[in-house]
């Protein structure tokens, strides 16, 4: 440090910055600093010095890891309904069993893709998200293989939930997964947005000559506007956040929604008369991280992350299907605020399913014969 002769001050022992750093005994300064910068220069590094030793040496006593202030949940919904109750749950228990090292924010609403809700898997690609909750219709423009979700009448009939865990129990999940992950996003759990219903302000649908020329918002991911245009409707691809206000000043006619995470939680009775409960796609949530992000923490770490996100998302998927599998009991809310409610029986799912097959035909080709027929496969071998 110092350098000989002069008027030997000794340092302060406060670095500018407030931090309290003590300098070693001896260290002493060969300029007077008020007199020479360069004596200055001396001092700053000096400070710098001790102050670097002295982290050095608090290091093994400070938490086990440092990470950002702020991880970022990208959630495309409010925070009510199980879908935005889970992003919450997984917050607070993650902050809570990190004791405060991964402190996540749900950002809700689509904030963090600004209404472009297909660019929500970028977000987690790129590390501008760290997590999501995401639904693998707006993730499936980047995993085109997510479109399996969406092939209409896939998950037929009374199995149609035992089914679908069935599929992503198996093989198929696990490829899925594997697809994801090799893009750079860490699926930790499946959830369930649900299976999707439709409904409109115009008329009941129960055939598929109803639904002509009615103007059904969708999602844009282009299989959707394929099965709406083989329906005879006229579909417009739309962001969740604008759709709302379309339907509020009657620019389109309908829509198609799970119940218990969406329909409900967003009344949408104060604007659609009329459901039809048909299942004709599932759509299953994936907790994710980004890989940057999840590459940052520490074994413990990523063990409680995946821990805790598994336990979220299993009870989320128990609440997206309350009253729903087995029973009919949540379309009483449905009933009570005043929608008309159409349960299609298998005969009339059929018609719907065989006016969709040249899309299933088409898409099946899209997303791969193989992990296609491998999820076939596992549907009717699921009793
Ligand atoms: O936009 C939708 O319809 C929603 C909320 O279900 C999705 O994010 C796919």
Do not use: C
């Amino acid at each position: 440090m110092g350098s000989g002769g002069g008027t030997g001050r000794t340092a302060p022992a406060m670095p500018r910055g407030g931090g309290v750093v003590a300098l070693p005994k001896n260290t002493s300064f060969t300029r007077d600093r008020r007199t020479d910068p360069k004596g200055v220069d001396e001092l700053r590094r000096a400070v710098l010095w001790a102050a670097v030793v002295s982290l050095v040496a608090l290091a093994p006593a400070a938490a086990p890891a440092q990470y950002k202030p702020e991880f970022k949940l990208s959630v495309v919904v409010g925070p009510a309904g199980p879908w935005g109750e889970a992003a919450t749950r997984f917050s607070d228990l993650l902050r809570e069993r990190t004791h405060g090292r991964i402190n996540v924010k749900p950002y809700f609403a689509g904030q963090l893709f600004a209404g472009r809700q297909t660019t929500e898997f970028l977000l987690l690609v790129q590390g501008v998200a760290d997590f999501a909750i995401g639904s693998t219709i707006n993730w499936s423009p980047q995993v085109k293989e997510l479109n399996l979700f969406s092939l209409p009448f896939l998950f037929p009939g009374e199995k149609a939930y035992r089914a679908l865990d069935a599929v992503q129990q198996s093989e198929v999940g696990r490829r899925l997964f594997q697809i994801i992950e090799s893009k750079g996003v860490v699926p930790l759990a499946w959830g369930e947005n649900g299976f999707r219903q439709l409904t409109n302000s115009v008329r009941p649908v129960r055939r598929p000559a109803d639904l002509q020329n009615l103007k059904i918002r969708v999602v844009g991911s282009p299989i959707f506007i394929d099965i709406f245009r083989f329906l005879g409707a006229n579909p417009v691809s739309m962001n969740w956040a604008e759709a709302q206000t379309a339907f509020a000043q009657g620019t389109v006619d309908g829509q198609e929604n799970p119940v218990n995470s969406v329909i409900i939680p967003f009344k949408l009775w104060t604007t659609q008369k009329y459901v039809t409960v048909w299942n004709y796609v599932v759509d299953p949530l994936i907790l994710g991280m980004s890989k940057q992000s999840w590459d940052a923490l520490s074994a413990q770490d990523k063990e409680i992350v995946r821990r805790t996100a598994q336990e979220v998302m299993a009870r989320q998927k128990r609440e997206a299907r309350a009253g729903l599998e087995g029973s009919h009991e949540a379309l009483e809310t449905l009933r009570k605020n005043g929608m008309e409610v159409i349960v299609l029986t298998p005969e009339e799912v059929e018609a719907f399913r065989q006016a969709t097959l040249p899309v299933y035909r088409k898409w099946k080709q899209e997303i791969g014969r193989t992990l296609v027929e491998a999820a076939e496969k596992v549907v009717r071998n699921t009793r």
